[in-house]
């Protein structure tokens, strides 16, 4: 389809090599430059669909930014230009090799592990007596390590992390403190719309200089998960499941079709109309969470777009 991207080859001036993720494909260039440009490409359970979502790159991408905009004042970021919509430009970074993910309520992943009677999510304690999507009396920090391509993220405890040297103990207090203040400045954010920051990753990397930077996506449906505050006590109480704004539909679905990116399981089929819903599903999600009308880019010639815009700004510096 002309009207998603999933896959890049561009060749952009002083390119060193290129990092392909589940979502984002990432051109390393000369001085230390990255540009990093978020595809059409949808992945649950850390398994790539096989079928790009129209404007899912673009709804990523400009959420992202906005949301690094209105946090760095309180956490330093890599980002220095966005020339395209499905373009981010900034600092290349050495990634931590840890998600830091950080749950206010007990939804998603972690009542899946509360459901089966675990208490313990990442070497930290869960209240007894919880119902699915209840608040935590205070957020919880739950990391993950960074699969390679392919593989499944693992929880991990901070211990372990540490006890690995995965992290340095000085560099991990700093993202504890990073995530932490996101993560409450987040969900300020998410309040203002009419929304419950459910529960989010965030990933850092280390400048030349040996700052610690927020890297990657913020706050987007596919990092984070968002309730409806509107209703939400009412339905904790009734029992009934919550008005999300996330990719957790999309998991739901798969779930439904039985498919949980588990050995021997097939990705089912994803009509023409099913991957329409989703992109209306998202550009719902970005207008909810940002409070603005979604300007749907022109996507007649998605490759041809970036790569003009992208060689414009490289051009200018």
Known sequence: M??????????????????????????????DILVMIATDRLSAFDVVMPKGIPYKGQILNQIATKMMAATKDIVPNWLLATPDPNVAIGHACEPFKVEMVIRGYLSGHAAREYKIGKRTLCGVAMPEGMKENDKFPEPIITPA???????????????????????????????????RALFKRGSEIARSRGLILVDTKYEFGKTKEGKIVLIDEIHTPDSSR????????????????QKQLSKEFVRQWLITNNFQGLEGQTVPEMSDDYVNTVSERYIELYENITGETFEKANISNIHQRIETNVLQYLNAQ
């Open 145 to 179: 390590t960074k699969a390679e391509k392919g593989d499944h993220d693992e929880d991990i405890s901070k211990e372990n992390i540490l006890k690995r040297g995965i992290v340095s103990e000085a560099d991990y207090k700093t993202l504890e403190k990073y995530t």
């Open 2 to 31: 002309s009207s998603t991207i999933v896959d890049t080859d561009f060749e952009f001036p002083g390119q060193k090599n290129v990092y392909k993720g589940k979502v984002r494909e990432v051109y390393a260039l000369e001085n």
């Open 226 to 241: 968002y309730f409806y505050a509107d209703g939400y006590q009412d339905r904790q109480n009734r029992g009934e499941a």
